[in-house]
Structure formats: C-alpha cells, structure tokens
C-alpha cells in the first residue's frame, strides 16, 4: 500500500479520529480484516459479521502492530470512526488506485474460469512488471478493495477478479479500480438464482466493459453470443479471442492428453506458438485465451505468451486437481464449486481422462438456481447418469432432482449395498425409464447423507486403476471426500 498518514484516511473516508490517533502516524500496510493478520504498520478494518464483531479485535490488533483501527464505534485504541466500514474501505482503495496512474487495472469476469484465468493472467503480467492479484477468489466488496490497497508505487499490472451477485455490483468494484483492460468469459448459470435469468446475468458482467474508457481495451469471448454482444456495449477497442475463425487470439488444432489436458496453436495477428497446457480440462484453453488475448494487448511476446502458459500449474485450491494415489486410483478434485456450466466441463475432463478406466463420481445438489433449480439439477442427474460411471454417489438430503435425472438417463439404485453401509437410497424397485447405454453396465447409483458416508462407501468400491471425479457446491465441502480418499484428514 502507498503509505497514508491517518489523518490522510480520516479525510479520504470522512472519518474522525479517536483513542488518542496520532494524525501522523503513517499506515504502509497492510490492510486487514483479522486481527491476526495485523502487524506492524497495518490497519485493521472491524467488520460486524454475523458470528463475530471484528470491534471486540481492536485491541489485539493493536497490540500487534496495527496502526489504528477503522471502526464504526470507538474502541479505546487508535481509531478512524466511520458510518460504514465497507464503504470506507471502498473510499480507501478508489483513493490509493486514484495515486497509482501508472499501475493498469485488468478486471476478469464471467461466469465460470475468472480465478484460473486471472491467475493465468498474473503470470503473464509478471513478465513484464510488478503485479498484484488477489490470492484465489477474493472478487467480492471486500475483498476487490483489499487486494487494491495491496498496490503501490511500484506497482504496474492488478489483474482483479470481479464477481457479480446482482446487478450492479461489478459497476461498484470498476469504479473503486477503473480497469483499462476488461476480459469477459462466459455468461452461464452461476447463481442464475439470484439473478434471475441469463440476460440479467448478461447485463450485470457487460458491466464491466462499460466501465472501460475509450482507450482501454473489452477482450470479449467470440464463441460466446452473449459476451459477444457486449460489444455494443463499450465505447473501448475489442479484442476477440476464442477457436472462431474470426477472433483475433484464438486456438487452432486443439488436442486432448489422455490425462484431459489440452494443446493447441496459439494464433495472434503478430505470430504463432505451440501451448501445452498443464491445466487439466478442454474448458481450460478458452481461459488460457483470454489470459493470452489480454497479455497481447499488453505487448507480451507470442513466444512468451506460449512460454508461460504451457508452465503454469493449478495455483487456486480445489480446482480440477489430479492426483494419482499409490494403488494407481486418479482423484479428480474439482470441489471448490459448482454450477451446471462447469460441472459439464468436469465431466469432460474425466471422460478425457479416464479413457477406459472404471468411472466414479461423487456430486451435490447444485445450489443458487432458484425456480430452475430442481429442473437444472436433474440435469446434473442426466449429464451423470450417462457419462459411463460404474458408481455415481449423490451426498446431501437435497439430492432428488439429481437421483431423478440419473434413473431417467439409465442408471440404477444401489439398494443392496445402501442397506449394508446404512446409508439412504431412492426405492431400488422404481425402474429406470431409458435403457443402459449400449455396451457398458449400467451405472449404479448411491444417495448418501453426508462427506463421511461417500467416503465409507467410495473406499468399498474403489478399484487400482479406477478414475474418481469429485465436484460440487461449495457449501457441499466435498473436498473433504477428495482428502480422505488421498490420506489427509478429511474425514
Ligand atoms: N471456461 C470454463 N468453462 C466452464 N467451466 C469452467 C471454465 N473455467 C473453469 N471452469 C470450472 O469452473 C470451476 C471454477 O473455476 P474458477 O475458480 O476458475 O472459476 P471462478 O469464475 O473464479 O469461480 P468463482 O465464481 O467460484 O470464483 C471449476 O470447477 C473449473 O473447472
Ligand atoms: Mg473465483
């Protein structure tokens, strides 16, 4: 952070100063919402949250270095007293990305792929200058002024991540940090739910690019119709990337490793380069694009650009991670999150991946999809129930619409082995109402109520040489059921 005396922060978000402030006592950085965090030079912001009140922390900040506190109330330390804590959060970030005209600001949003993409992103920019991007996916109001009060006079590249619940919101996060360059992926189905309906999920991320100035730069998916009509959207130059013909960084002569990770030739206007992804899932390459359409603008290199992103590793949690344990079972982990869009995409990489090995997956009820939710859900169910499992696990009470739209695609109840581990079941006399895809067995299908139940019955199946897919909503924690299976302590 650019460092600020306080009496600087008083006046940036119309605060006062109480608990004897020193109006010089200068804040470096950094800002923090846990007084754990806090040391010397912080300053720590008190958040009422629901369970805790970070007002009852200030001392403890305090006493651990923090210069002062940003409270709603006095707290018999250093303070800068404010109406709202969150909005002068906001002022504080929009000042100090104010003094940075020096520092570009890239915003990446979409519905499925910003972490990966803005990690992917990072590491480009880093070729180049000093770059700040929010560690995994810290996109909300919070987190988006945080990772911005990371930034300093040496700063030159923020790839953020902006994350929209409503309309409304990435307009909000763009004005704290104007972006020069704006990426958009996809328009899916996260959190539809809320939104309520694609279009409105279409309005909130254009958003973004209409944040952008005239000289800025909107990198616009071109096989997405709905980012592509964005572009009307903008009054800054758009680039187009995707596998079209037409766009202007795209992928030509994609394959697929047998492990599900994808090559291709990364075609720009100034050149070409051979991209080997470590990143596993088809899904990935359009991330890698956008990544790389933005890294162009910027004036990176194509061989640069290929360079980098044939190096990069997963570097956020939980995200299509592949281990291979020592019997020679692969757990795919990709439980970080959930929604339709994206757990098409896994079930891609396991069928690229697993080849002809014996499938398994374990699933939740996705969450967030208002009235389409149970229909969306036995979607989910369909796209499982024909994806050639051996063993489809459901965990969680609310998997009906899932177990539904297994049996309609085919697979059967495991009722036998449900009375044996004692777990649930959906009634093993219901026949299906599709026949089982030709040439496999049928795919038997298992609800279980919790992490430890999936876990239980996974390690009574698993086979050396078998295939598992772990995927769900966040709130499903199904990493625990990947960590268990690979010896950690999940369970
Ligand atoms: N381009 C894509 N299309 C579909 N699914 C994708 C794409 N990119 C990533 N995914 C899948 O979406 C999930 C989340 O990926 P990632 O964390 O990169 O997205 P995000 O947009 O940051 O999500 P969040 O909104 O939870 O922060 C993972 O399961 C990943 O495999
Ligand atoms: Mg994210």
Redesign the pocket.
Known sequence: MIPLPLARIAEITSGALTGMADPRAVVRGPVVIDSRAAVPGSLFVAFKGERADGHDFAAQAVEAGAVAVLAERPVEVPAVIVGDTQAALAALATAVCAELPDSTVIG????????????LLARLTSRIGPTIAPA??F?NEIGHPLTVLKADETTRYQVL?L?ARNVGHIAHLARIAPPKIGVV??V?T??IGVFGGKEAIARAKGELVEALPADGVAVLNADDPLVAAMAERTSARVTWYGRAATATVRAEDVTVDDRGRASFTLRTPSGAAPVSLRL??E?????AL?AAAAAYELGLPVTTIAEELSEAEPR?R???EVTDRADGVTVIN??????P??????FG?LDALAGTRRRFAVIASLKELGEESDALNEGVGRLAGSAGLTGLFVVGEDAGPILAGARAAGAVPDGLRDAAAGTETVSPAEPPDTAAPPGGPRTVVTHVPDVAAAVAALEAVLKPGDVLLV?GP?VAGLERVAEALLGGDGR
Do not use: F, I
């Open positions: 990446v949003t979409g519905s499925a792929g910003k972490t990966t993409t803005k990690d995994g996916s996109n991540e994350s992926l996809n899916g996260a959190h596993y899932g899904h990935a390459v359009e991330n956008a956020s939980w995200r299509m990709d439980a970080y999150n959930a929604n869009d994206s757990m098409r995409a896994a990489a995927k966040r």
